[in-house]
């Protein structure tokens, strides 16, 4: 398959919320999610009930997936930053170790320039924990699948998802 | 590809209706948006010329219930069905965990939902996957028009390997359900699986 399967663990949860957190107070941010390529929404802080933050998550995975289409046809890797402008609102976007995606929102209180350069030193924490995530999860797969809640569900557990 | 979530308790899984243009993947969607309990789901997003053709993707989010404690949430995506559309397309099977092939069951559009079939079979392998491996459901769509083929016909130019597969009429709901929980049991049986 060409993508390993995400598996987020506690531990690791924690850590990437810790540095959004930050990136949030820091950037001067409104708002901060991390989708996951595939337009699974990974994680959010600051005002994220003001949003459609699962809409949000597809929405920008597609942006990123027809931005990289386009890059890829001009002989680019990827764009891997996008900022929209917007009358009151930006959203300034980017892709983190290659695999998931950072999307910051700000207003006037904050600037280009300050999310930038927020964003870059972040953007080096986030890969590293992912990097971390990933091998977690190659190594529990080499170990067998054990450990996974879904081994031991039944063909009734399915079924009563549909009663 | 789903994601697991330890954290938050819950898994994501992503499943893509695909099929010629004007076949009905969108009012599939829109059925079980219609359908569904407002806590289930989430909004309805289409991105669609001014003309109603799916221009990008239309892409619904539902929410199962649970199982195991695990909170099951399914991401349903269509793609564009117009030819010219490949690009778009591609781009919305990444990390695809399901497939619902739509075929319109009219006679004369037998070579479309054949070409359509061919070019999701060419779009997963670019993608890195196999037809035959992903959890796969075929529905035979607007089984109420006056002139459609068989289902027998049907079936041996679009199902040769005999997934599980549907008679039915989106615009009034049936067969809709069947089909979304076909394909939802048959990503479950492979999560179980572990793979």
Same mark, same amino acid.
């Given at each position: 398959m060409s993508n390993p399967q995400l598996v987020m663990y506690d531990e690791e949860f924690q850590e990437i919320n810790d540095v959004i957190g930050r990136l949030l107070k820091e950037a001067n941010a409104k708002v901060i999610f991390l989708v996951d390529k595939n337009g699974q929404l990974i994680s959010g802080v600051g005002e994220t009930e003001r949003f459609d933050t699962t809409s949000l998550a597809s929405l920008t995975a597609g942006? !990123?997936?027809?931005?990289?289409?386009?890059?890829?046809? !001009?002989?680019?890797?990827?764009?891997? !930053?996008?900022f929209h402008e917007g009358e009151k609102d930006n959203l300034h976007i980017s892709i983190v170790g290659g695999r998931v995606i950072l999307v910051v929102l700000f207003d006037g209180r904050s600037s280009l320039g300050l999310v930038r350069l927020r964003v870059k030193k972040s953007s080096e924490e986030l890969s590293t924990i992912f990097e971390k995530l990933m091998k977690k999860s190659e190594e529990r797969e080499k170990r067998g699948s054990s450990e996974f809640p879904f081994a031991e569900i039944t063909d009734d557990d399915i079924d009563n998802l549909f009663s | 590809m789903s994601f697991i979530n330890y954290a938050s308790r819950e898994i994501n899984c992503k499943i893509v209706y695909y099929g010629p243009g004007l076949c009905g993947k969108t009012t599939n969607l829109q059925f079980v948006y219609q359908k569904t309990a407002p806590d289930a789901k989430g909004k309805m997003i289409s991105l669609a010329t001014e003309t109603e053709r799916t221009l990008f993707f239309d892409f619904l989010p539902l929410s199962l219930g649970e199982i195991r404690g695990f909170k099951t949430r399914?991401?349903?995506?269509?793609?564009?069905?117009?030819?010219?559309?490949?690009?778009?397309?591609?781009?919305?099977?990444?990390?695809?965990?399901?497939?619902?092939f739509v075929a319109d069951s009219q006679e004369e559009r037998i070579d479309a939902n054949i070409e359509s079939l061919e070019n999701l079979r060419i779009n997963l392998k670019e993608q890195g996957y196999d037809l035959d491996k992903l959890p796969y459901i075929v529905q035979y769509n607007k089984r109420d028009l006056p002139n459609v083929m068989t289902v027998e016909e049907l079936r041996? /130019?679009?199902?040769?390997?005999?997934?599980? /597969?549907?008679?039915?009429?989106?615009?009034?709901?049936?067969?809709?359900?069947?089909?979304?929980?076909?394909v939802a049991k048959l990503i479950l049986i492979d999560l179980k699986k572990g793979k």
């Open positions: 942006n !990123i997936a027809a931005t990289g289409g386009l890059a890829k046809l !001009i002989g680019e890797k990827e764009f891997s !930053i996008l | 399914f991401h349903l995506y269509t793609v564009p069905g117009q030819v010219f559309y490949d690009a778009s397309r591609k781009l919305i099977l990444k990390g695809v965990d399901g497939v619902v041996s /130019e679009l199902n040769p390997t005999n997934v599980p /597969e549907f008679e039915a009429c989106a615009t009034t709901g049936e067969g809709v359900f069947e089909t979304l929980k076909a």
